[in-house]
Every structure is written in structure tokens, then in C-alpha cells.
């Protein structure tokens, strides 16, 4: 690889494959223990039934959350680029076309923003999104299932979890500089 001021180049379409294949170990060998914890979580009155092989909206959210994230440190269109490699790489893991797959992102990048409301704050967007796409309010007391949000004490918890599935994109632009075109 080139280096550029101690920067390696790399290619949009490398820098959506390092980022695809990390997310995906992640979720799938991280999610055991965030069903874990869910299913031990002492602010619910029972316990949520999550299964540890249950990670499909997990993943879709941690990918939106990370997508959100991401045009933050690009400019000049590499970040929508790595996007769109994201996309068609993603895409078959979940049966779908590319066209049907952002689709899918953009519902839950609306679902997103509307459980979050008025707050901008993604990671706070994330952990509301896994409470209410997981139906997590059934299992707690009453006071907090009737308002239909999430205990604050839980989602603080939740907050700490997702901060783990968010890709470092900061020491990620320290170490590469992603070119338009191939590398």
C-alpha cells in the first residue's frame, strides 16, 4: 500500500469491506452478551424473552448507527462512497437486492429518528430503536409501560452497550486515507 504523511490509501471499496467484516463479527460474537444482559436486566418486573441468535435488528441498527456516524470524518462524497460499497456488501447477507437492502436502511434510519425525537443524538437513537424493535416495554413495571419509554436507568445501560458496536471512524481516518478512485 501507498502511504500518504504516514497514511496508508485505500480504496472506498476496501475501507466498506474492513468495516463490514468487523461489524459483522462483532454483532454476531458480541450479541450473546447483550441478550444476556437484556434477559438479566433488573429494571424489568420479568424477563424479556431474546434468544441469543436473534441479532437481525441488532445488526440493521448497529449499521445504521455506524452509517450516521460516518459521514461525521469524510468529505467529497468518500463517505456516501463507502456507503454504497457497505450496501452492496451487506445486502446479500440479508437476501436482498442492493436497491431493497437500502430500502431497509432507510426505514430504520426514519424508525430512528422518530423513536428519538427531538434528540440528534445517535448513539441515544440506537439504544431507543433496540428497546422498542426488541418490544422491550412489555417487560417492564407500570409506571414506565404505560408512558411507552424506556426506563432511563436501562437505557443508560444500553447506551454503554452500544457504544461497543460503534466503529472508531476517527483512528480509522488516522491510519488510512480513503481515495475515490481504486488504490
Known sequence: MITFFGKKKISAERAAAMFVNTLLDSVEGGFPEVAGFIRDTPEFVCTPKISDDE???????????????????????????????????????????????????????????????????????MSKAFFFKYELNQYQDEYFRNMNTPNPIFLKSLDEIMRNFIWDWSAFCDKYKVQLGTV
Not at 448507527?65 to 469524510?74: C, P, Q, R, S, T
Not at 426514519?110 to 443524538?121: D, I
Open 55 to 125: 441479532y437481525g435488528k441488532f445488526l440493521m441498527i448497529a449499521i445504521v448507527g455506524n452509517f450516521n456516524y460516518l459521514n461525521e470524518h469524510f468529505r467529497d462524497g468518500e463517505g456516501d462512497l463507502i456507503v454504497q460499497h457497505c450496501v452492496d456488501q451487506l445486502a446479500p447477507v440479508f437476501d436482498l437486492s442492493p436497491v431493497a437492502f437500502q430500502a431497509k436502511l432507510n426505514d430504520y434510519k426514519k424508525f430512528m429518528a422518530h423513536v428519538n425525537f427531538p434528540s440528534k443524538n445517535i448513539l441515544y437513537s
